[in-house]
T-cell receptor, first 116, second 111 residues
Framework: DADVTQTPRNRITKTGKRIMLECSQT?????MYWYRQDPGLGLRLIYY???????NKGEISDGYSVSRQAQAKFSLSLESAIPNQTALYFC???????????????FGPGTRLTVL | SQQGEEDPQALSIQEGENATMNCSYK?????LQWYRQNSGRGLVHLIL?????REKHSGRLRVTLDTSKKSSSLLITASRAADTASYFC???????????FGPGTRLSVLP
């Protein structure tokens, strides 16, 4: 979905390096998410943010940190990359209209990260 | 073990046949969503069914939800080669605060 962009699309790095993955959206959504996908495991939630001042840990936040610089920007950092962080990383956004009403998630194209 | 698990893990059918995928989950949900992913690309939302709904249709897609059995099924009718993709169910446990995706079903539609 062109409304959610991720940079870079591919990255190869070495163990111990600091890496930042960036996500931008033009959908005007308040909620943003970071997931990682490993073969055969589906998507696992790393962090999510419901607005600029709200950051929450997901299922697998260890080894990761995030920053919500603006409503439209949500970045994911690996402070010291390790090989088992090799995965496909997705950013997603969603909107929340009314109490009890839930919108769907809109995904970016993904970043393929390889840690050697 | 995961909240949502699809069954089968892989499915191969001929063009024109129907494809049925199932999703089971463990805890109460607000809604359940199905997503599609083409190889190596982002997920695309297909359909959402709320916990108080039992069946929903969208084009060639039909989704059912049985909250007593904690299961859902996705039916794709008259499949096409372009339907080849992975399909994931996602359960919303708390109004968007906790989406849990299953491992997916890989569907191959042979021409």
């Amino acid at each position: 979905d062109a409304d959610v962009t991720q940079t870079p699309r591919n990255r190869i790095t070495k163990t111990g390096k600091r890496i930042m993955l960036e996500c931008s959206q033009t959908k005007g959504h308040d909620r943003m998410y970071w997931y990682r996908q490993d073969p055969g495991l589906g998507l696992r939630l790393i962090y999510y943010s419901f607005d600029v001042k709200d950051i929450n840990k997901g299922e697998i936040s260890d080894g990761y940190s995030v920053s919500r610089q603006a409503q439209a920007k949500f970045s994911l950092s690996l402070e010291s990359a390790i090989p088992n962080q090799t995965a496909l990383y997705f950013c997603a956004t969603s909107d929340y209209h009314l109490a009890g009403e839930v919108d769907t998630q809109y995904f970016g194209p993904g970043t393929r990260l390889t840690v050697l | 073990s995961q909240q949502g698990e699809e069954d089968p893990q892989a499915l191969s059918i001929q063009e024109g046949e129907n494809a049925t995928m199932n999703c089971s989950y463990k805890t109460s949900i607000n809604n359940l969503q199905w997503y599609r992913q083409n190889s190596g690309r982002g997920l695309v939302h297909l359909i959402l069914i709320r916990s108080n709904e039992r069946e929903k249709h969208s084009g060639r897609l039909r989704v059912t939800l049985d909250t007593s059995k904690k299961s859902s099924s996705l039916l794709i009718t008259a499949s096409r080669a372009a339907d080849t993709a992975s399909y994931f169910c996602a359960t919303d446990l708390n109004y968007g605060q906790n989406f849990v995706f299953g491992p997916g079903t890989r569907l191959s539609v042979l021409p």
